[in-house]
Each structure stands twice: as C-alpha cells, then as structure tokens.
C-alpha cells in the first residue's frame, strides 16, 4: 500500500516515518521547500526523540521521499491531511491549509482511475470533513466520495516529545466514516503496521471522531486547570500540599494518577489552539462554553503566579536578576509555541528585570523571537550566576539533576521558584 502525507509538520512527518519504517512506500508532500530539503537529507525540522534516525533508515531504504509536489504522491492508496490548522483572532480555526491540500489532493486523483481513500489526520471542528472537505475533494477531483473516491477522519493523539512512541503505542485508534469503505481500508492498514499488537480501534460517524479530537483535548486541558486551581488553594492552606493531594486523587480509578501535575499550566501548539476553537465553535450554536472559558482563565493566570511568589520571596523585582531554566512549551522539544516561559520573561522585563534563559534546546527560537531583550546562556550554572532568583519553566531532566549546593554556590540567594514541581523541596531548603 503506497501512502501519502500531506503536510510535514511533526504529526505528519512522525507517522509518515514510522509508517516507512514499518515498510510502506510513504511520500511527504510538504509546500515549505526548505524542510522539504532538510528532510529530504535526513534532518528532522523538529526536535523530535528517535524521528531523525527513523527518518534517516527511512530515506536509505528508500521507502520515504519528500517533496513540494504533488506529483510525486500521484500512486497513493491513501491519502492523509497532516496539515495545520492555526487559530484565527477570534479563536475559531483557519481551514485555509486543510482547503488547499484537498483541492491538490483532488486536481491529483483527477488523473486516477483508481479509487483512493483520503484520512483527514488535522484536527478539524465537527463537520468539516462532511462539508468542507468533501466538497473540495469532489470539486477537484471530479470523483463522488462513496463511490470512486473513500474519506474518513482519523485523529491523531500524539504528544509533542513522545511522538515516535506514541505512534508505535497509540491507547486506542478512533476512525470516523460516513460512507462505509475509507474506514475499513484504514483498519486493514493499522492491522498490517500493528499486527497483533493492534490497539481498540472505535469506527465511528466523521463529525463524532472530529469531536472525540476536540473533546479530548479540552478533558486533558480542564484536568490541568483543575489541578492548579487545587494548587492554589492549597498554597494559601497551610499544611497543603498540591502534589499529595494529586497522589491521594489519582488513586480513584474514576480520577487515575496521570495529567495532574499542577504548574505554570498548559502551553504548546494544541491544548490553547484546541479549547478556544472548541468554545468559538460552542458559541456559534449558542453554546455558552462556560468551563472551556473557565479552563482558559484558570490557565492564563498560572504563569503570573511565578512572578507573585517571587515578589513575595525577594520584595520589588526592579532591576534584579531573573534567571529562567527552560523555555520549551514542555520538555524534549524546542517547540515555544504558546510556552510559559515566554509570558513570565515578558512580565519579568515589564517589572524592570534583566532575564538570563537557558534551554537545552529552544534558546535560538527564542532568541530568533525577544533578540537582544534578553541574555542567553549556554548552561543552567552560567544562567543562574549571581541572579537574584530563578524561575524554572519547563521541566526538563537536565534541571532535575542539579543539585541544591548548585544554586546555592552560584545564586545571590537560593531563591527557586520551582514551577514544574522538579525539586523536592525539603532536600533544598
Ligand atoms: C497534546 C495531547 O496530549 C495529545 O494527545 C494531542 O495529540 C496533542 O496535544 C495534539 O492535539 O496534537 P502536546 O501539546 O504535545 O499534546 O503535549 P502534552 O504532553 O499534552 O502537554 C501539554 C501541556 O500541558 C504542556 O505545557 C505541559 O507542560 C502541560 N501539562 C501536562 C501540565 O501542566 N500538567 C500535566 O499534568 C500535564
């Protein structure tokens, strides 16, 4: 079975490689010609553990190429949307990518006797894939779907840094079809790339498994406001503490251990992007999204209690030294879409302090974003020499291992706010 990836961003170019990998003939069509070359000589555009040394397997067997056109997908059985689908200023998505490809995707099978089967992996609010994409598709392509020309929606549950993992190990697989033939075709394509160990595979309706994306989006993203709003009740009750009351919740099966790490809340290219489009979409049926805005409020807040509790700790922050450990959305990725970090340094610079960062990975995307507003470090001692406190943001391993004599020895004072939960705090005080 010959497949194609339309859209080479990390879902798309991860499942693409892994699929390779596995041993189908797999093109990317990708419309940014610079990752088409970085990709095409074995370098992953994202920092993505394990992705590049698939790919590079993948690119020597021959069984990926990558390319602008759409040519060179012209043989694929099966088509998959792995495009982005960004927020527009009132918080709805931008279909705009999603349009494009299906009518490329469409003009391509306008050649083709052969009847093709198109997955729509981006995430797309309920009914796009029944309306906008059908449409498209048919427009292009001169083909009716449900007779010359298969579509359903499969959505994609990878995390952003585990993504090769969880592609080889998804919890379940969630396929929506309409019209009876794409669904099964892409059963038969999990089967042979998981063999026996195939995860619950649930076929449903389209406008289901596009919501199914959604809705699990916004459970994971009300979990974490939940748990931080918990935080911060707990922080102003003595005794409290945030991270027993997790453990002693998580051990409710209703409730489970996982996603109730309370923080500086969520960040990232997917949980922001997916709960506003999910309330802008609530109120376009006069759904009054009453938790969706809530979840946000409790988010947008979250960063700012680092700047609260450094107040609190070193009096007024002006002209002092701030250091910032991690400015990834979350760790193992260079990815600063929506992070944290970002937030706190702005706030940091409104109240008159000089920011040092590091990060293992994401410095030059943040330097190509603030420039010389702030200074970078090349290691977590050189950030935190001589600053008057330190924020840690993302909670990368690295920031794990340093061990309290570290801040100690290179800090004015050992003042850590430590807001991913990395350090124990009676081991540092
Ligand atoms: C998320 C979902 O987890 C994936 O299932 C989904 O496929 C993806 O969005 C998507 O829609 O494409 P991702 O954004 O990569 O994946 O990262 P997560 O690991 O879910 O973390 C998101 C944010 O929540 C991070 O900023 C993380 O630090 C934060 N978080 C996570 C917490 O603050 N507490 C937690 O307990 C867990």
Known sequence: MKLAFIGLGYVGLTTAVCMAYRGFDVVGVEVDDEKVEKISRGIAPVKEPKLE????????????????SYRDAVKADVFFITVGTPSKPDGGIDLSRVAEACKHIGETLATQEKVATVAVKSTVVPGTTRTLVKQKLEEASQKKVGMDLNLCVNPEFLREGAAVDDTFHPDRIVI???????????????????GRKTPPTMITNTVNAEMIKYASNVFLAARISLI?????????????????????????????????RAGLGYGGSCFPKDVKALAAFAKSLGVEPCMLESVQKVNDNQPYKAIELAERLVGNLHGRKA?????????????????VSL??????????????????????????????KINYAESAEECIKNADFCIVAT??????RLKPEVFKKHMKKPVVIDGRRVYDPAAIS
């Open 323 to 339: 250091a910032v450990l991690g400015l990834s959305f979350k760790p193992n990725t260079d990815d600063i879409r929506e992070a």
């Open 343 to 372: 937030k706190i340094i702005n706030k940091l610079l409104e109240h008159g302090c000089t920011v040092v960062a590091y990060d293992p990975a994401a410095t030059e995307n943040v330097r190509r974003l603030l420039g010389n």
């Open 53 to 68: 040394k698939l790919l590079k397997y993948a690119l020597s067997r021959k069984k990926f190429t990558a390319s602008t």
């Open 395 to 400: 909670e990368w391993d690295e920031f794990r």
């Open 228 to 260: 931080n709003e918990v935080a911060n009740i707990c922080q102003r009750t003595p005794g409290a503490d945030v991270e027993e009351v997790a453990k002693g919740i998580g051990m409710d099966r209703r409730i489970g251990p996982h996603f109730l």
């Open 176 to 194: 929506g079809d309409d019209w009876g033939r794409g669904g099964k075709i892409l059963t038969r394509l999990y089967k042979k790339f998981y």
